[in-house]
Each structure stands twice: as C-alpha cells, then as structure tokens.
C-alpha cells in the first residue's frame, strides 16, 4: 500500500506572529513548526506502515526554508519526501492550495493519503474535502479511527453526538482529528535517518499547474480585515458555603445555558 | 556559524527528548520523591523511546549515535525536576552497561545489553562495599571458584537501581591480593539478583536522591555460573577503572547541566521577587552573584565538552576526567546553594524544588569518588 501524508509548516502557536502588509503572517519572522495536528496523521500512516508494510511518502507545499519541516515528519520513520516549492504559491487560499496538492498527488501513485483535519494556523478545515473533490475521490473526514482491510477504508467520523462508521474504495481520502492516537516521538535513528531520505523538490511547472491558479492574487476568498480575539471573558464562579444553595445555583445556572 | 558541538539531529533528539521529559516525567517528580521510588514504567518507557542506548550500535539494540547524543539527553533529563531520575538513568546507561559493551562476550550482550537497552532489565553497578569506597583493592566480596563456576560471598553498599535490579555489574575479588601485581585479583561479573543468597538487606535512606533506589546488598553462597565473568579473569581492576572514566564524565555533565537549571531558576526568581521596593535582580549584589556563577558554568561546560569530544573519538584523559568531575560536583553544589540563599526563607521550605536540588546536589561531591579521591587522581598525574 502507498501512502502520501500532506504536512504544513505552521508557526509555533506558542510564539508572537508578525502580520505583514499583505496581511498574512509572515512565516519567517518567528519559530515555524510542523503542524502539531500532522503528528496524528503521521503517527496513522506510521502504524500502517508497520502493520502492513505500507510505503509512506509526506508532502509539503511551502518555501524553500520548509525543508527542515519535511525531514522533521521524515524523522518519524517515513519513506521519502515530495515538497512543491514555488513563489507564484505564495498567499494562496485553501482552494488554491487543494489544488497544488490535489496536482503534486496526481504525479504520484497512491492508495491512500491521510490529513491532519486542519492546521493550527488557518483552521479551515476545507482542504482535505477540496482535494478529494478536484480528485473525484472519497473523502473522509475528522476520522478518530481509521483502518484498512484489502482495499477499503474505514474510519469513525467524528461529530458533535458522537462518530458515523463510513467506508469507502481505496484510493481514498481521510483527515483525522487528535483524538484518534497517541502520537510517537522520533528516535534518535529516525531524526538521523531523515537526513537521507529521498527528498524530491518540485515547481508548479514540474506539476503542470498554472500561477494563475494559485497564489494571493487568485484566491477565492479575500482577507479585508483582522483582530485579535477578544480577551476571555470570566466565568462564572459558585461558591459553596455547604448549604447547598450553590447546588441550585449550579442547576439554574445549566438551565439557563440550555445545558439541562 | 554553529560554535557548539552539536549538529541540527542532536538539535532534534533534544527538542524530543525535551518535550518527553516536560510531558511524561516532570509532573511525576513530586510524586516519586515522596514515595521515595521512581516509577517502575519509567525504564521501559524510555527504552521504548531508544533513550536508553543513543550511543549503543544498532546491532544490540542501541540508537548508533554518538556521544554527544549521550550529553543531549544528560543535559535534558535535568530539567525532570528530580536529581534521582538522570542519576538512576545515568547508572543503567553509562555505568553498569558500558563495559558490558566493552568486554562482554556476544552472549553476555545479548542477554544483558539488549534488555538493559530495552529498559526490560535494569542494571546496577556494585563496587562500593561497607569497608571499601573509592579504595577498590580493599574489596572484600569474594568469588571462590566451584566446579565449572563461582560462589560468591559479601556485601555491596549504596548500591543505585539496587533495590529493584535485575542484575548487578559487580567488582569481585577472585584471588589475594599479590604484593608483586597490586592491581590483579579483582574481576568484574554480572550477578542476576533472583540467584539464591542474593538480597537485598536493606533500602537506604538518605538525605537527598531520596528517589532513587539505594541498596546494600548481601550475598551468601551465591551460586554464579561460570559465564557470568565479564572480561578477563583477575583483570576487573583495569576494566572498573575504565568504566569509571565514563561514571565520572557523564556525572559532570548532568552536574553542569543541572548547575544552568539552577542558576535559570534563581534568575527567574530573583526578578520576580521584591525588597525594598524593587526585584532583587535590580541590587548589584544579586547580579553580581548570577554573574559569578554563570561565568564559573560556563568555564566549567567548556572542560566538560572538551572531555566529552575527546571521549567522543574513544581518547580519554584520566585528568582531565577528575578534573571535570571535581568541578562539576562543587559547582552544581554551590549554585544550589547559592540559589537557596536567593530564595532566602521560600529555598528553605519543603515546598518548593530549592530544597530538593540542594540534598540532590550534594551527592556530587561524594559518589563516583569523591573531591578528595579526584584531587588524588590529579595530583598523582600530575607528578606532584
């Protein structure tokens, strides 16, 4: 079986972000790291590997500088490495981006290709779902459980009251949600290993996609303004002073948030 | 331009190991000191994540790094927030299982090596004895041979991992002392702790390292076959000499990199803490004490790393060894010290860490052979 895990270089959501002019983070003035959600999907595809010898190759669309973030994912113990370099890509949207992945696929064979359900920085959500719908694929998504037997996949698709067991043909493909494992951390062998992991670095030219399909001046969506989030709010706090009004108080208080 | 030793891979074990030590250690520090034992899990788990064998050949289990991967995960398992977890690790990585590595036969690595890597066997070393410390020809622990094998008789003291070993490297006298080969008469074997006559007599309780497991151990009749001499017959003292060289070093780099976790906290402290109207990182006084010490950390890092490069390239200078084992001992002693000064009445409490690194630190200068034993070995090399 041939796997392609996409990973994204993130920046460190622990680190101030500097907002450029063309008001998208700018990815080299802090700590960039591989999206921590990755470490799920990379941690799926690594299982698979070692239970059936599946060949796992990860993908990345991003600069030059994010090469350390691909040998980081390779260090978990994967195969080898496609990384689509280009500067037309630059400031592209989730759609923009679906297609990049969805034509950087295309060049490969695969049987399955798992996602992180999203990453820590746009939080869209949209990419996995796009990339299946340009490749007429099944898509399933916020898996927290996945398992391959012969060629189908089945995973439990995460929701608010609870999973759906959904399955599908492979080629397919799949996000997966933080729930779904403990990921691993990498050997020392492994972050040696990486070093000389087979790396292919490839051009939009190379994937046959055109710039006008891409980048910031093609996006679909337009960013217009930003904000920080609000500050949290304080909560509310009930005290018990052992009389057992804090009790109604706590019950009211559910009600009233439609919790009861 | 990259002036440390280390390349971007030790870079990223480090970032690993920190996080794992962060996540899955630290919140059990507390814990394990009060219950006066490391949890059990912790070896496995490590061996899991190939911790315990960085600088081990693939072949036996290891990761086939070099030493410097070792350093990495000294300096790192000092921020556990316990002085136990890098010592008992310490005693199972780069103390009881070297020379396993060193002179053991295929056998012997396989059976104990490989487990010890795995973290399926924990190891201790044995050379102390109630009457005989840094003093090693003054052993008493006897072996007597017996038909294809060894019977042993004896006691070994403040034995680390001893409690709870599976086996024990140990340093055996095997015949008398001779006046023409002083050295000779000694050997090394691996002693599995379920033998019988094995026990352990007693947990010792100490002032700090509280937890970590220390033994004294008593032997009677214990029945040991043949194979388990480790190296060469009446050659243990030469071999336990060579495996004290890496006791020593790997001691004074988790006493260096322990000494920076201190002195990071007391800084941290100092700027947080008011008198008089301001932080007391604001007096002269202050500053100039966290300056001293961190002027002293770093002369004291560089010797450390020039032995750990030249133990690197499998040289080592006796010398400059004790050197970096005396010095890191009574540094990591004195910025501790130091620090609980700083922290004033909150160091003294049993609340906070000060305390706990203060007992922890002053092991230092007394295991692994003393200050005084290391000014001896210096002042011997010298020719003074």
Same mark, same amino acid.
Not at chain 2, 79 to 83: I, K, P, V
């Given at each position: 079986m041939k796997i392609i895990v996409p990973v994204k270089r993130t920046p460190d959501t622990a680190a101030e972000k500097v907002i450029g002019d063309d008001r998208t983070v700018d990815r080299d003035a802090g700590e960039s790291v591989l999206c921590p959600v990755n470490e799920f999907s990379i941690e799926e595809a690594v299982r698979l590997k070692e239970s059936q010898d599946a060949e796992v190759t990860v993908l990345l669309v991003g600069p030059e500088s994010a090469q350390s973030t691909v040998r980081k994912a390779l260090s978990y113990g994967l195969d080898g490495g496609l990384q689509v370099t280009d500067d037309a890509i630059a400031g592209s949207d989730a759609l923009g981006t679906a297609r990049v992945i969805a034509k950087a696929l295309e060049s490969r064979e695969w049987d399955l290709v798992i996602f992180g359900n999203q990453s820590t920085d746009a939080r869209t959500c949209l990419v996995p779902a796009a990339v299946a719908e340009l490749l007429g694929v099944p898509s399933l998504t916020y898996a927290r459980h996945l398992e391959v037997e012969g060629d189908t996949v089945t995973v439990h698709r995460e929701h608010e009251e609870g999973w759906d067991v959904v399955e599908a043909q492979l080629p397919a493909i799949v996000s997966v949600v933080e729930a779904i494992n403990e990921p691993r951390y990498p050997s020392f062998k492994g972050i040696m290993a990486a070093k000389s992991k087979p790396l292919d670095v490839v051009s939009l030219a190379d994937l046959g996609v055109s710039a006008d399909e891409v980048g910031a001046g093609n996006a679909a969506a337009t960013m217009y303004e930003f904000e920080p989030r609000p500050p949290k709010e304080a909560g509310t706090v009930v005290e018990d002073d052992g009389s057992g009004a804090a009790a109604a108080q706590l019950a009211d208080w559910m009600v009233d948030k439609k919790f009861a | 331009m990259r002036t440390t030793p280390f390349t971007t891979e030790h870079d990223a074990l480090r970032a690993s190991i920190r996080r794992f030590v962060e996540d899955e250690l630290a919140p059990h520090a507390r814990e394990w000191e009060e219950d006066g034992w490391i949890a059990d899990w912790v070896w496995p788990r490590m061996g899991e994540l190939g911790l315990l064998g960085l600088s081990v050949p693939e072949e036996y289990g290891g990761q086939g790094g070099d030493y410097w991967s070792t350093v990495v995960l000294a300096e790192e398992l000092t921020?556990? *927030?316990? *002085?136990s977890l890098p010592m008992a690790i310490g005693v199972q990585t780069d103390m009881a299982t070297p020379p396993i590595l060193q002179f053991g036969t295929e056998q012997q690595k396989q059976d104990y090596l490989v487990p010890a890597m795995q973290g399926t066997k924990i190891a201790s070393i044995g050379i102390s004895e109630p009457d005989a410390g840094s003093d090693v020809r003054a052993i008493r622990t006897r072996a007597r041979p017996d038909g294809d094998g060894w019977v042993l008789n004896g006691s070994k003291t403040y034995i680390t991992n001893g409690v709870r070993a599976d086996f024990v490297t140990m340093v055996v006298r095997t015949a008398d002392a001779d006046p023409g080969d002083p050295w000779g008469g000694i050997s090394l074997f691996l002693i599995e702790t379920d033998l019988p006559g094995f026990e352990v007599a007693a947990k010792l309780d100490k002032v700090g390292m509280r937890a970590s497991d220390t033994a004294l151990l008593h032997l009677e009749d214990v029945p040991v076959p043949g194979d388990a001499l480790l190296g060469t017959v009446h050659e243990g003292f030469k071999q336990i000499m060579w495996q004290l060289q890496g006791e020593r070093l790997i001691g004074a780099i988790g006493g260096v990199a322990g000494a920076w976790r201190t002195w990071e906290s007391a800084l941290a402290y100092t700027r947080e803490r008011e008198a008089f109207g301001r932080p007391i990182s604001g007096f002269q006084v202050t500053r100039h004490t966290l300056v001293d010490l961190a002027t002293e950390i770093e002369a004291a890092q560089a010797l450390v790393y020039e032995a750990c490069d030249a133990w690197n390239r499998g040289e080592y200078d006796v010398e400059r060894v004790a050197m970096c084992k005396l010095v890191a001992a009574q540094l990591a002693f004195k910025v501790a010290d130091t620090s609980m000064q700083l922290h004033g009445g909150y160091g003294y409490s049993r609340e906070f860490d000060v305390e706990r690194n203060w007992r922890d630190s002053r092991l230092a200068r007394i295991g692994g052979g003393a200050d005084e034993v290391q000014r001896e070995i210096i002042s011997k090399l010298m020719g003074l």
């Open positions: - | 921020r556990c *927030g316990s *002085g």
